[in-house]
């Protein structure tokens, strides 16, 4: 079955960066994109970017360019986001899921990683 | 960028009930467009794609309609593990956005 497993809860300092990582197994992982989403407390899930695991193409939201960044290792059928720069707003449930790219939707999702950024 | 609403923000229903949430798109997004449930803590969980595609494993008392820029979320005879919020998604264009959520709360 499709899982996605993300790596576990992260603390940081504004200005600092995190890397959240998110390994895929039960199906072919270079045939669909990846996508991440994020959800602020109380607010509604906002997308980020996504990877096409295949080729390592990628698209971000223009609101993330420049400090988010999506990366793939197809050895370890793992993808990672890294964002930088970080600040209070930042604080946000991470989400990685799958997504088929004749569709570009989100099938399967991460158990989620709770970044929280905090002086 | 694609403005997603949902209407209502909150509806309280009794197991059994049937429920409709609408979605609209401040702008046409063919049929580009899921909806997701979503329990306190957990993360999403796909339940319609292409507007109105049922997604693997999911009970059939679920359904969806529409395009363009009014879609409907249908829940016949309502479970107790049905209470959660729900929302919809545009994929249709860049960047993707998600509608506000509708909660689903037990009378």
């Known amino acids: 079955q499709v899982q996605l497993v993300q790596s576990g809860a992260e603390v940081k300092k504004p200005g600092a960066s995190v890397k959240v990582s998110c390994k895929a197994s039960?199906?072919?992982?270079?045939?669909?994109?990846m996508q991440w989403v994020r959800q602020a407390p109380g607010q509604r899930l906002e997308w980020m970017g996504w990877?096409?695991?295949?080729?390592?193409?990628?698209k971000y939201s223009e609101k993330f360019q420049g400090t988010v960044t999506i990366t793939r290792d197809t050895s370890a059928s793992t993808v990672y986001m890294e964002l930088r720069s970080l600040r209070s707003e930042d604080t946000a449930v991470y989400y990685c899921?799958?997504?088929?790219?004749?569709?570009?939707?989100?099938?399967?999702w991460g158990q989620g990683t709770l970044v929280t950024v905090s002086s | 960028d694609i403005q997603m609403t949902q209407s209502p923000s909150y509806l309280s229903a009794s197991v059994g009930d049937t429920v409709t949430i609408t979605c609209r798109a401040s702008?046409?997004?063919?049929?580009?467009l899921g909806w997701y449930q979503q329990i306190p803590g957990k993360a999403p969980k796909r339940l319609i794609y292409?507007?109105?595609s049922l997604h693997s494993g999911v009970p059939s008392r679920f359904s969806g309609s529409g395009s363009g820029t009014e879609f409907t979320l249908t829940i016949t005879s309502l479970q107790p593990e049905d209470f959660a919020t729900y929302s919809c998604?545009?994929?249709?264009?860049?960047?993707?956005?998600f509608g506000p959520g509708t909660k689903v709360d037990i009378k």
């Open positions: 899921a799958r997504g088929p790219l004749y569709l570009l939707d989100f099938d399967y």
């Open positions: 039960g199906y072919s992982f270079n045939n669909y994109a």
């Open positions: 990877i096409n695991t295949g080729n390592g193409k990628t």
């Open positions: 702008q046409g997004v063919s049929n580009d």
């Open positions: 292409a507007a109105s």
């Open positions: 998604l545009q994929h249709n264009s860049y960047p993707f956005t």
